[in-house]
């Protein structure tokens, strides 16, 4: 089942986003749709993709021109309105705590992109830098666009908590499934859940022993998410699962 896993014949998928802010769970959900569906997967940034070796082996569907519609989903971190519009047969959109998707983003920009050493990057949180309290700033705006947008202006949606996904990873996958239009197969899900776990602390970078957030920073995330929380009510949505701060020291 790990290896049997193929792209479909071109146009013969319908357009269907893998919605998410970065750091919310979308690789691994791809990992593990591959395998509960038996289709690669496809990413708005194939170009990007398409040069890292690890994608080239494993996320083959992410090597191709999106459009083709090859691929049994389409991640995108993107929010815009005309995008979301796109993509004709509606989205999964992935939700996870903003206060530990965007010091795993940080973490990810800062040590991947900018080539800043791993301890560094864990100073500039330790002592509140402005390269994390200012100038970070518009990624928190985003998480709030990328969930509100999606809600509001996507025709077709399914919302997964990425809390829900690593509680409950069989239950969670099999409405993905569903929502795709694939067949359940409990033998490939059970499969795709054995072989892909959730990202741990280490991997996700978003356990730390101190608080790298200021008061200012919690007073703006903490509106973000009952902006967010009220939406889903008026929409008869779930509500998202209670966030707790990202730091709780122990009692």
Known sequence: ??????????????????????????????????????????TVFWETEGKNEVSRRVLKGGVENYTLQKG?????????????????????LLIRN??????????????????VSEPEVIQFLREKDRRWTKEFHQRFQNWRNTALN???HCKRLMIVFYEDLAENPV???TRMVAFLGQPIQ??????????YKPMNSSQH???????????????QLDAFIAEVNETLIRKNARPLPTYKKYYLPDA
């Open 171 to 173: 239950r969670e996958l």
């Open 1 to 42: 089942m790990m290896t049997d896993i193929e792209l479909a014949p071109a146009y013969s998928m319908p357009l269907t986003a893998l919605a998410s802010f970065p750091r919310s769970g979308n690789t691994w959900s791809r990992f593990l749709l591959q395998v509960a569906t038996k289709y690669y997967t496809s």
């Open 98 to 115: 903003p206060y530990h998707s965007l010091i795993s983003e940080f973490m990810r920009v800062y040590s991947r992109l900018r080539n």
């Open 186 to 195: 409990p033998r490939r899900i059970q499969c795709a859940v054995h072989n």
């Open 150 to 152: 999606w809600i509001n």
């Open 72 to 92: 049994v989903c389409i991640k995108t971190h993107f929010f815009e309105e005309e995008h979301i519009a796109s993509f004709d047969n509606g989205a999964i």
């Open 205 to 219: 970078k978003s356990r730390m022993d101190f608080d790298p957030y200021t008061p200012e920073m919690y007073k």
